[in-house]
């Protein structure tokens, strides 16, 4: 959490909390997220958002979710189910198209017929491609990671669950570690026209050490890019057979949510017209080549070339549109909402670059003078409003026994570690 702090200089203007930080060279003795932002320091002593007191979905600063998306697929089906939703397993065969139209879909137990159809049968685009096969604009020219090998671990012997997702540069491309409640969820995102999937999944086992050697590996393809046409006719494609970006940032599950809203809002009318059909393609396009960028900017911004990936990163800034342009100025300014506004992310604004920007040593050269005083007690006042939180919340472990009303480890509450 971010926080929106400004200070008046002597009533002419007004510095934010991020410019503060600059200008008095707080990076000379800490990272970016430990100055500004207050759920690092519960993040660090693994505390979670939450007081005993917290309502469900509120904590005491913004939060997300590792899911088991096994049991979430479940859920969300058995919620279906209980709403009236016809549930059917079968293989479509075929995808039968009139005059530019879906007219029916022969599948293993028949011929289905519908006025309208949701394409979600993943990277294959099954449907969405029976209408418009020439249907695709990847980004693996700036996001070369296009296969994954995953490994699941249990925890060793007091270990608990840490808080926070945990993502590691490893030579041609980056690991996940995600912890649940029962298992840790591991996997190496990667270049696979640099790395076999043989190397990959060794390399991974390494990184992890001995907790993992006795696990399975699961390997994974990943078509990295977009639809521009995620709506044809009476087909509308929706997660992964609309698109995808590699999980750095975790943007699938965002993804579909955005797609199934803007599709609410354009489904609306008796008869459904191109202008609408026009409006959801755009803004669509616009969301994946927004999320497109942010993921670039994580990649670009790297010191590391020990491997052909990495430097290859390094010049991404350049295959994609605005952003080389971008960094030039926000080496001579602050980045602020205007400069990403006109955009379609729902996700990622100026804060969110700020932590990517500042975090990796890209920081504006500001010239204003701020008072050495107001500086140092802004960021007291930050070190005491996380001090307090801490106080008040409960640790991560303590919050999930209470979630799932008994113990769930032996291991001691490592706030007091």
Known sequence: MNISIRLNNNG?????????????????HQRYDQGVCLSSLLAEKSASPKTPM??????VVPYG??????????FLRKKGLEAGITYQVATVTNVNV????????????GVHQADFYIDCSGFSGKLIDALQPDNWESFTDVLPCNKAVAIQRDYAPGETPRPFTTSTALSHGWAWQIDLVNRQGNGYVYD???????????????????????????????????????WVGNCVAIGLSS????????????????AARLFATHFSAANISDSVRRSFNRQMRGVYEDLKQFIVLHYCLTDRDDTDFWRQAQASAEGCEGLAEKL??????????MDLSGGYS??????NYRYILYGMGHLPALHLQPSSTQNQSLFDQVNHMAANLLLQTQSHLAYLQHLHGKPLFSAKDTRSQ
Request: charged fraction near 25%; charge should be negative; include cysteine.
């Open 54 to 59: 917290s309502r469900p979905y509120q904590g």
């Open 192 to 230: 696979g026209n640099r790395l076999s999937a043989e190397q990959a999944e060794a390399e991974l086992r390494e990184f992890l050490g001995d907790e993992a050697a006795t696990r399975s590996a699961l390997h994974l393809d990943m078509k990295v890019g977009f639809r521009p046409q995620s």
């Open 243 to 258: 698109g995808f970006i590699e999980p750095l940032e975790s943007t699938g599950l965002h993804l579909i949510n955005v």
């Open 12 to 28: 002419k203007y007004a510095i934010d909390i991020s410019s503060e930080w600059v200008m008095g060279q707080h990076f000379n």
């Open 346 to 351: 729902t996700t990622f604004n100026d804060e």
């Open 98 to 109: 009139e005059d530019g139209e879906i007219s029916s879909l022969q599948t293993s137990e």
């Open 328 to 337: 030039t100025l926000w080496k001579h300014k602050v980045c602020e909402f």
């Open 65 to 74: 979710y590792h899911l088991d998306a096994t049991l979430l697929g479940q």
